[in-house]
């Protein structure tokens, strides 16, 4: 009955390795997210799909791609990684686009990536 | 720039003494702000939200525009309140969060 999922929940890899985490959604929600906590752990959005369709993309290296394949799945690619890409990524959902404090949003676990 | 301020990295108290989390914004539009909370080995989740005036758990926030403020109380608190609590502003679709603060009630 996992509302938001997010696999894996432990990533450890070498730098300049590619890897991807992949979050689901079985709510039914159009939105997902994906954020970033760092070692201090403050929570950062990374982006966010409607739909499908990308409508957020912070300020965030190419190296990173998120790919939606439908409404209720969201993975995230990291290309070439980086020491400084070791965190927890969360993943979320929403029913719909934020909009006038009336959506809530659904976090998945959090994937926890080190990067060696 | 939209910003959410928690000056408290770490709060503890003593179970049954009142409790007030600081959340401040920088927001030149009308604010709707949140509280999520994440308890030990749980996911990030909604406590209260602004616009539906509710006391949640015991906890209430109240908008204070005056003074840029949405400060998280409870008048008693509980040992398992213990958790990290994130304040955070919806902004153009998304979620602003503040660096949060972790709330440790003692017995």
């Known amino acids: 009955d996992t509302a938001v999922s997010q696999t894996p929940k432990y990533l450890v890899t070498q730098m300049g390795n590619d890897k991807s985490i992949k979050c689901e959604q079985n709510l039914g929600h159009d939105t997902m997210y994906w954020y970033k906590q760092d070692s201090k752990k403050f929570l950062k959005i990374m982006f966010s799909y409607n739909n499908k369709e990308l409508i957020i993309n912070e300020t965030v290296p190419n190296r990173f791609s998120p790919k939606s394949p439908d409404k209720a799945h969201l993975n995230l690619h990291i290309n070439s990684l980086e020491l400084g890409d070791s965190a927890v990524y969360f993943c979320?959902?929403?029913?719909?686009?934020?909009?006038?404090?009336?959506?809530?949003?659904?976090f998945g676990p959090g994937t926890r990536l080190t990067v060696l | 720039a939209q910003r959410v301020t928690q000056p408290e990295k770490l709060l503890s108290v003593f179970k049954g003494a009142p409790v007030e989390l600081k959340c401040n914004y920088s927001y030149s539009g009308s604010p709707e702000l949140f509280w999520y909370v994440q308890y030990s080995r749980q996911r990030l989740q909604l406590l209260l939200r602004h616009i539906s005036r509710e006391s949640i758990k015991g906890f209430t926030a109240d908008l204070n525009k005056g003074e840029t403020s949405f400060h998280l109380k409870k008048p008693f608190a509980q040992e398992e309140d213990s958790a990290m609590y994130y304040c955070?502003?919806?902004?153009?679709?998304?979620?602003?969060f503040g660096a949060g603060t972790i709330l440790r009630v003692k017995s």
């Open positions: 955070a502003l919806e902004y153009g679709n998304k979620l602003v």
């Open positions: 979320a959902s929403s029913l719909l686009a934020l909009r006038e404090g009336r959506n809530e949003q659904f």
